[in-house]
């Protein structure tokens, strides 16, 4: 991959690193504010706070991916699917910058 296409989803995936972490402190404040008592939650209340969990679990998640795409550029394997090691179509990493499979792959992987 050329070093200009390498350089500009580097700088997309350490935006969206960035927006990971502000998103993840906010879900955590949340959390954090919404904390009371347990026989004061109704069943609203503790709806919302498993939403923030499971919301808080899926950025982390994503933060790991980005924090793996990063790795791969510094590597020299950014691109490369990881499982069957072909490239990974641009069209595909405009989309997911921080995807370790072509779609392929990504279909066996998810099953």
């Given at each position: 991959?050329?070093?200009?296409?390498?350089?500009?989803?580097?700088?997309?995936?350490?935006?969206?690193?960035?927006?990971?972490?502000?998103?993840?402190?906010?879900?955590?404040?949340?959390?954090?504010?919404?904390?009371?008592?347990?026989?004061?939650h109704?069943?609203?209340v503790?709806?919302?706070?498993?939403?923030?969990?499971?919301?808080?679990?899926?950025?982390?998640?994503?933060?790991?991916?980005?924090?793996?795409?990063?790795?791969?550029?510094?590597?020299?394997?950014?691109?490369?699917?990881?499982?069957?090691?072909?490239?990974?179509?641009?069209?595909?990493?405009?989309?997911?910058?921080?995807?370790?499979?072509?779609?392929?792959?990504?279909?066996?992987?998810?099953?």
């Amino acid at each position: 991959m050329k070093n200009k296409n390498l350089q500009r989803y580097e700088q997309k995936l350490l935006k969206m690193q960035d927006r990971s972490r502000e998103e993840i402190s906010r879900m955590i404040q949340v959390v954090l504010d919404n904390d009371v008592s347990t026989g004061e939650h109704d069943s609203c209340v503790s709806e919302s706070f498993d939403k923030e969990l499971v919301l808080e679990h899926t950025e982390e998640r994503m933060q790991e991916m980005v924090h793996d795409a990063l790795a791969r550029i510094d590597e020299g394997t950014y691109g490369t699917c990881l499982q069957c090691s072909h490239t990974i179509p641009q069209i595909r990493l405009n989309a997911i910058p921080f995807t370790p499979y072509c779609v392929k792959c990504e279909r066996e992987h998810e099953k």
